[in-house]
Nanobody
Framework: QVHLVESGGGMVQPGGSLRLSCAASGSAFSSYAMSWYRQAPGKQRDMVALITSGERTNYADSVKGRFTISRDNIKNMVYLQMNSLKPEDTAVYYC?????????WGQGTQVTVSS
């Protein structure tokens, strides 16, 4: 089983920045596609950024140009750099690891963007 632990969330003013981190267990980390999802109250959980095992990336239109996903296969870490944050970015952010039809989820970290 893969264990994922997110960190780095918090409260920030509009226009500010945060960097989320996800620590993954397992020696096969480099084989997984890694992604960040978010879920705001009353809304579904949606993908915001993905990075494949080949390090191709994909972003939701709402965050493109503001967020950057990256991975460190030596440290088994994935990151989400979030810049120019908006109140609409407020949500619980979840780390996801996927291979084939199997997905693993972290516990989530709260991001609040407010004045």
């Amino acid at each position: 089983q893969v264990h994922l632990v997110e960190s780095g969330g918090g409260m920030v003013q509009p226009g500010g920045s945060l960097r989320l981190s996800c620590a993954a267990s397992g020696s096969a980390f480099s084989s997984y596609a890694m992604s960040w999802y978010r879920q705001a109250p009353g809304k579904q959980r949606d993908m915001v950024a993905l990075i494949t095992s080949g390090e191709r990336t994909n972003y939701a239109d709402s965050v493109k140009g503001r967020f950057t996903i990256s991975r460190d296969n030596i440290k088994n870490m994935v990151y989400l750099q979030m810049n120019s944050l908006k109140p609409e970015d407020t949500a619980v952010y979840y780390c996801n690891a996927g291979i084939g039809v199997i997905d693993f989820w972290g516990q989530g970290t709260q991001v609040t963007v407010s004045s």
